[in-house]
């Protein structure tokens, strides 16, 4: 005797399917946020372009125009410090397009405005093997200093703590540096030299660093893995109806 038997009816897999739209929202979700970014960054490298083009502005007057929440990053100012390069210097120790070293941080005042002085990174000094880190001083100058605006810098649970007494700095601590420097009301600023630059061509002038990350591409992944994600579920959908 033979019997027939029924194949039985295959269940939608709704957890599943909820699982699936979740994880496919977070991922569409990721790849639109790259692409906002991506048009953030675009627009500051305009801002970058159009500052570096344009004349530099006062720095009193640019920072006593700021509103509270504005950010003057990227300004291009000028400033009169005649004795710049003889000031006393803070050493940054920071890396440089693959060479190890330092920054020199000094402080210059400020004749108006809400602060009364802004500590200035006067550029980038290599330091090759066990030399031993150099206060390079200067003379004094007489044209303006031109340079451009920049937070100070961000630190986590890998940077080394700063050491203020063996002048050993590791992350761009303004309220610190500045009581190092003995200057009062420091700009929550940088300014970050571009002119003049010193005669005996150190240190180094390196204004502002612009690596800015390639978010097209994160995105092209997010929205890829999205994609990859939807193609997995239909096979899967279609394997489930043929079995």
């Known amino acids: ?15 599943l399917t909820v699982a ?36 530099p502005r006062p720095v009193e007057a640019v920072l006593a125009g700021l509103k509270p929440g504005s950010d003057a990053a990227y300004t291009r100012v000028s400033l009169s ?16 397009e693959g060479l190890a070293g ?60 700063n050491t203020p007494s063996a002048n050993q700095w590791y992350w761009r601590d ?14 929550l600023v940088f300014l970050m030299l571009e002119s003049p630059a010193p005669a005996n061509g150190e240190p180094r002038p390196i204004p502002v660093e612009r690596h800015f990350p390639n978010n097209l591409g994160y995105a092209i992944t997010w929205f890829g893995l999205a994609g990859a994600l939807v193609g997995v579920y239909l096979a899967m959908l279609l394997r489930k109806r043929q079995s």
């Open 102 to 161: 330092y920054r020199l941080i000094t402080a210059c005042p400020l004749s108006s405005g809400p602060y009364a002085s802004i500590l200035v990174d006067r550029g980038f000094v290599a330091q090759l093997g066990d030399q031993t880190p150099r206060d390079i001083p200067g003379r004094p100058i007489t044209a303006p200093v031109v340079g451009v605006l920049h937070a100070g810098g961000q630190h986590n649970f890998v940077t080394p703590p």
């Open 20 to 55: 699936v739209l979740i994880a496919l929202a977070i991922l569409l979700w990721l790849g639109t946020w790259q692409l906002q970014r991506l048009q953030h960054f675009t627009d500051l490298k305009r801002q970058i372009a159009a500052q570096e083009a344009g004349p």
């Open 174 to 187: 303004i309220p610190t540096m500045a009581k190092a420097l003995h200057a009062p009301r420091p700009a």
């Open 81 to 96: 410090c005649p004795d710049l390069e003889t000031r006393p210097v803070l050493r940054l120790f920071v890396p440089s």
């Open 1 to 15: 005797m033979s019997e027939t038997v029924a194949a039985r009816p295959q269940r939608f897999p709704v957890g």
